[in-house]
């Protein structure tokens, strides 16, 4: 028997917590123009409370499929883990599935609106009430100082400045 949850019109009350086994974090950018490189923020917390969505994730949670780009990924002329070692999202929600906030990169903060889809809430097996957020955004990375590219031997370079950041978020209503 499956069942079908039903899309939310609206951010439900109360305060909601991120329950990172069951949610995701990510970013996804055109490389060489033909393919894609991406990765995960593993080490994020969310929290949804009266419609404001807060959401922060140390850079060192980084994670890519070699080492050697995320050690890369770390460095000044990307997200500078060691001088800027934390990136975060503030926002209110404006509309169904929609948060007009600001999203610090970098130590640069800039307005963002990440828009999607609210479900539930349903209740799991063991009593606890769940939501889902399903939110996406496209930043311009130069605007937050991630300029590192390189030039590509035919013309072009080897990263887009867009960036598409996606949160996929389970969350759990605290007591």
């Given at each position: 028997?499956?069942?079908?949850?039903?899309?939310?019109?609206?951010?439900?009350?109360?305060?909601?917590q991120?329950?990172?086994?069951h949610?995701?974090?990510?970013?996804?950018?055109?490389?060489?123009?033909?393919?894609?490189?991406?990765?995960?923020?593993?080490?994020?917390?969310?929290?949804?409370?009266?419609g404001?969505?807060?959401?922060?994730?140390?850079?060192?949670?980084?994670?890519?499929?070699?080492e050697?780009?995320?050690?890369?990924?770390s460095?000044?002329?990307?997200?500078?883990a060691?001088?800027?070692?934390?990136?975060?999202?503030s926002?209110?929600?404006?509309?169904?599935?929609?948060?007009e906030?600001?999203?610090?990169?970098?130590?640069?903060?800039?307005?963002?609106?990440?828009?999607?889809?609210?479900?539930?809430?349903?209740?799991?097996?063991?009593?606890?009430?769940?939501?889902?957020l399903?939110?996406?955004?496209?930043?311009?990375r130069?605007?937050?100082?991630?300029?590192?590219?390189?030039?590509?031997?035919?013309?072009?370079?080897?990263?887009?400045n867009?960036?598409?950041?996606?949160?996929?978020?389970?969350?759990?209503?605290?007591?």
């Amino acid at each position: 028997m499956s069942t079908t949850i039903e899309q939310q019109t609206a951010v439900p009350a109360g305060t909601w917590q991120a329950d990172s086994v069951h949610s995701s974090v990510g970013f996804a950018v055109a490389y060489l123009g033909i393919s894609t490189f991406s990765g995960e923020l593993k080490g994020f917390e969310a929290t949804l409370a009266d419609g404001t969505l807060t959401g922060k994730a140390p850079v060192s949670s980084i994670e890519v499929k070699d080492e050697n780009l995320k050690a890369h990924l770390s460095a000044p002329e990307f997200f500078d883990a060691e001088q800027y070692p934390e990136l975060s999202f503030s926002g209110t929600a404006t509309a169904p599935g929609a948060f007009e906030g600001e999203i610090t990169i970098k130590g640069v903060t800039k307005p963002a609106t990440l828009a999607g889809t609210v479900s539930g809430p349903v209740t799991d097996a063991y009593g606890n009430e769940r939501i889902a957020l399903r939110l996406e955004t496209v930043i311009d990375r130069t605007e937050f100082g991630i300029e590192w590219n390189a030039p590509l031997p035919g013309g072009g370079f080897a990263l887009a400045n867009d960036v598409k950041l996606t949160a996929e978020l389970t969350l759990v209503k605290a007591a």
